[in-house]
């Protein structure tokens, strides 16, 4: 398995608890939509419970990485005695030795978006590069009203048993912030740290251990100054089963642990149902269908258990097209 980034090393657990639960927003509505040329078209907007009303238009243009081989050049280098010495020459015949001419082009990567709070969001990736297994991002933000402007660099660097991050806010502090996951036979160890320039200190820092394989994984994270505490366990029971739960403490903030349980049912090729609960008593349930090719739609509800009677609940629904 590949090494997970340190955001990533809880990452099953994570997902079956938070990801495709559609109780969060009122509405969302998502269209993908690819351009004969490559470029990938991505319009999506959310309507919240305030009720606010959020959208954004985002193009994806991605060059892969090609080789381009000039035509071979046949030749044949050739000496004579001539005089007291040798006379060299370089004659072109056809068949007899090979020069091939290669140039290699990297894949490159560009993002734009543009948000419904008039943000201009430009993204520039690059991908093996510099070097093998670095992938290097460039991300700017332009908000016109405001004249604001931000610039990152964010670099990815993957290994067999090993990835790093390291990400840098060029005109906020500067700051940097830095993590990095070793990992042998399922077993991953991980740290995190973040350093503001200007300060000349040390901003952030946490930890985590986790052992993932197919069938199960779990994890312990140590994060916000080693402050808070979480231990996950996730089992994919069979193929159409899957459990997990997560418990978290903050020690600076209550001696309680918050405990959240979660699991996944897959109904048929074609639709999947979720639920959980966690100790305030509040369940969630989600169901999951792809309509036809392309469409999907998701319908999630949450309630209070403890408090039925009140108008706490919540309900949304998804709807996704894609072609």
């Given at each position: 398995?590949?090494?997970?980034?340190?955001?990533?090393?809880?990452?099953?657990?994570?997902?079956?608890?938070?990801?495709?639960?559609?109780?969060?927003?009122?509405?969302?509505?998502?269209?993908?939509?690819?351009?004969?040329?490559?470029?990938?078209?991505?319009?999506?907007g959310?309507?919240?419970?305030?009720?606010?009303?959020?959208?954004?238009?985002?193009?994806?243009?991605?060059?892969?990485p090609?080789?381009?081989?000039?035509?071979?050049?046949?030749?044949?280098?050739?000496?004579?005695?001539?005089?007291?010495?040798?006379?060299?020459?370089?004659v072109?015949?056809?068949?007899?030795?090979?020069?091939?001419?290669?140039?290699?082009?990297?894949?490159?990567?560009?993002?734009?978006?543009?948000?419904?709070?008039?943000?201009?969001?430009?993204?520039?990736?690059?991908?093996?590069?510099?070097?093998?297994?670095?992938?290097?991002?460039?991300?700017?933000?332009?908000?016109?009203?405001?004249?604001?402007?931000?610039?990152k660099?964010?670099?990815?660097?993957?290994?067999?048993?090993?990835?790093?991050r390291?990400?840098?806010?060029?005109?906020?502090?500067?700051?940097?912030?830095?993590?990095?996951?070793?990992?042998?036979d399922?077993?991953?160890?991980?740290?995190?740290a973040?350093?503001?320039?200007?300060?000349?200190?040390?901003?952030?820092?946490?930890?985590?251990?986790?052992?993932?394989?197919?069938a199960y994984?779990?994890?312990?994270?140590?994060?916000?100054?080693?402050?808070?505490?979480?231990?996950?366990?996730?089992?994919?029971?069979?193929?159409?089963?899957?459990?997990?739960?997560?418990?978290?403490?903050?020690?600076?903030?209550?001696?309680?642990?918050?405990?959240?349980?979660?699991?996944?049912?897959?109904?048929?090729?074609?639709?999947?149902?979720?639920?959980?609960?966690?100790?305030?008593?509040?369940?969630?349930?989600?169901?999951?269908?792809?309509l036809?090719?392309?469409?999907?739609?998701?319908?999630?509800?949450?309630?209070?258990?403890?408090?039925?009677?009140?108008?706490a609940?919540?309900?949304?629904?998804?709807?996704t097209?894609?072609?």
């Amino acid at each position: 398995m590949a090494i997970p980034s340190f955001a990533d090393i809880a990452k099953p657990s994570n997902d079956l608890l938070n990801k495709d639960f559609y109780h969060t927003a009122a509405a969302i509505l998502e269209v993908k939509s690819k351009a004969p040329n490559g470029v990938s078209f991505n319009v999506k907007g959310k309507s919240s419970h305030d009720p606010a009303t959020t959208g954004q238009i985002e193009a994806k243009y991605n060059d892969a990485p090609t080789g381009t081989f000039f035509d071979y050049l046949h030749f044949v280098i050739s000496s004579r005695l001539k005089g007291s010495g040798f006379f060299h020459s370089v004659v072109i015949q056809p068949r007899q030795s090979v020069l091939l001419m290669q140039y290699v082009r990297a894949g490159l990567t560009i993002t734009q978006a543009w948000t419904t709070l008039n943000a201009l969001d430009t993204k520039v990736e690059l991908d093996n590069t510099f070097a093998h297994g670095l992938k290097a991002e460039i991300t700017t933000q332009f908000l016109p009203s405001s004249q604001s402007k931000g610039a990152k660099l964010n670099l990815h660097f993957k290994q067999p048993n090993f990835h790093a991050r390291a990400f840098f806010d060029l005109l906020k502090g500067p700051t940097a912030n830095v993590d990095a996951v070793l990992g042998h036979d399922g077993f991953l160890v991980g740290a995190e740290a973040g350093y503001d320039v200007q300060k000349a200190a040390i901003t952030r820092y946490s930890a985590a251990i986790g052992y993932s394989v197919p069938a199960y994984a779990a994890a312990i994270t140590a994060t916000n100054n080693l402050s808070i505490f979480s231990a996950s366990y996730y089992h994919k029971v069979n193929s159409d089963v899957e459990a997990g739960a997560k418990a978290t403490w903050d020690s600076k903030s209550s001696n309680s642990v918050g405990l959240e349980v979660a699991s996944k049912y897959k109904l048929d090729g074609e639709s999947f149902a979720k639920a959980k609960i966690n100790d305030r008593g509040i369940a969630a349930l989600a169901y999951n269908v792809r309509l036809r090719p392309g469409v999907t739609l998701g319908l999630g509800a949450s309630f209070d258990t403890q408090n039925l009677n009140q108008s706490a609940h919540k309900v949304g629904a998804s709807f996704t097209f894609e072609s």
